[in-house]
């Protein structure tokens, strides 16, 4: 089904990374998600009211809001398709961002409003009416929530959509939700036992903790989350395989919602190598990586010393003593500088973000101290940083 509907419903569904495309493929979830929430939540509505049951009120009600939610998420989409302008020079892909993050607070609300009234329930319960119609209906429900959250498992796995796969994960759990309805109802109907206020405030928990479940995963990118480290790494590896190119670092990619990227990357060329030639090449890389993983790239060129032997021997002996303090050091633009009665070693130092700025002073003297005791001639000129990735640890790849 979810095949079918791509194809009789998206144009060029393979070129995801299109900004077209990923809106067709948004509008597409947000369009099936209205239909099958609007349609249990009818059906809901009615048994709820005639079983007298809260818990499958509130269910109902959950599915409403789910509603709500791709009705919001599909003006999100489409609102986020708007291009580039004066104001906006990145595009504005992260309104997809804000909306499902109001998408979240609503969800957060329905659930609130459920505890009360389940809450009221167990104080004051009524009599459930059994009906295997009823079950018939809510059994249904199970399915269709299964469906929907496969529907957008496989298309946000497609694009590559947090948004999607949070639905997905919310799918799942309304399935759930559903079926420990469906139980109160058979436990009262077997052992006249009225868990039905209990379960709603289950229900109603669950609803709440799916809400804060998707405000968390939509805050991260608008807050500046790390990026992927598998992009990362992919970034890394594309650029580094071109003639030329000894080694890169300080790689740092900017979220501007998603499918809309743009990464900066320093990366090593021999200092002797002719200027214009590695221009060349970098403007190359930049357009050639940039297009294939769909991002804007931008690169720095840093030259690095490869034919003095002094340098090299200085810059691998600097590199061990990191290596002996903490493995999870990294050192890159490493120059000397010959002065008068003194050798400069000037060099980035990549620390954990576990170091404060107390611990990273202690490690600058630790670090002046230990390389001064391989020549007292030697002065470190460091500059501490950390990493705009998961990983810092790359002394190997500087060497």
């Known amino acids: 089904m979810t095949d079918f509907l791509v194809k009789h419903f998206i144009k060029n569904p393979g070129q995801t990374e299109e900004t077209a495309v990923r809106t067709a493929y948004g509008m597409l979830s947000g369009v099936v998600g209205v ?19 809260v818990s499958v009120t ?95 498992k496989k298309l946000g796995k497609r694009i590559d959509s947090q948004v999607m796969l949070a639905t997905a994960a919310d799918a799942l759990g309304d399935a759930v939700i559903t079926t420990v309805t469906i139980l109160s109802i058979l436990i009262f109907r077997f052992f006249r036992l009225n868990i039905d206020g209990f379960v709603g405030v289950a229900v109603a928990v669950l609803v709440i903790w799916a809400g804060i479940g998707i405000a968390r995963d939509t805050l991260e990118p608008l807050i500046g989350a790390a990026p992927d480290p598998s992009l990362c790494s992919e970034i890394m590896r594309r650029v580094e395989s071109y003639e030329g190119i000894l080694g890169t670092h300080d790689l740092i990619v900017h979220n501007y919602g998603p499918g809309r990227s743009m990464a900066s990357i320093h990366a090593e060329v021999p200092r002797t190598a002719d200027i214009v030639e590695t221009h060349e090449t970098i403007d190359r890389i930049e357009r050639e990586v940039g297009r294939d993983l769909g991002l804007i790239l931008v690169i720095h060129m840093d030259p690095l010393e490869t034919e003095d032997a002094q340098v090299r021997k200085v810059q691998e002996q600097v590199c061990r003593i990191l290596t002996s303090i903490d493995p999870a050091l990294s050192m890159h633009d490493f120059r000397l500088v010959n002065g008068k009665g003194r050798v400069n070693l000037i060099f980035d130092l990549v620390v954990p973000y576990s170091y404060d ?43």
């Open 357 to 399: 700025k107390k611990a990273s002073e202690a490690l600058r003297s630790r670090i002046h101290e230990e390389i001064s005791g391989l020549d007292k001639r030697y002065q470190c000129v460091i500059t501490i940083e950390k990493s705009f990735m998961t990983s810092t640890k790359r002394n190997e790849e500087n060497l």
């Open 35 to 53: 239909a099958v929430n609007a349609l249990l939540f009818v059906l809901k509505f009615i048994i709820g009211t005639a079983l007298g049951s």
């Open 58 to 152: 509130a269910d109902a009600f959950n599915n409403l809001s789910d509603a709500g939610s791709s009705v919001i998420g599909l003006v999100g989409v489409k609102m986020a398709e708007k291009p580039a302008d004066a104001e906006h020079p990145f595009g504005h892909g992260r309104i997809e961002y804000i909306t499902a993050l109001i998408v979240a607070f609503l969800v957060i609300q329905v659930g609130f409003s459920f505890f009360k009234e389940s809450i009221a329930k167990i104080l004051h319960p009524e009599a459930l009416h059994f009906q295997l119609v009823s079950l018939v209906i809510l059994a249904f429900s199970i399915c269709a929530k299964l469906w929907l959250c496969m529907f957008n």
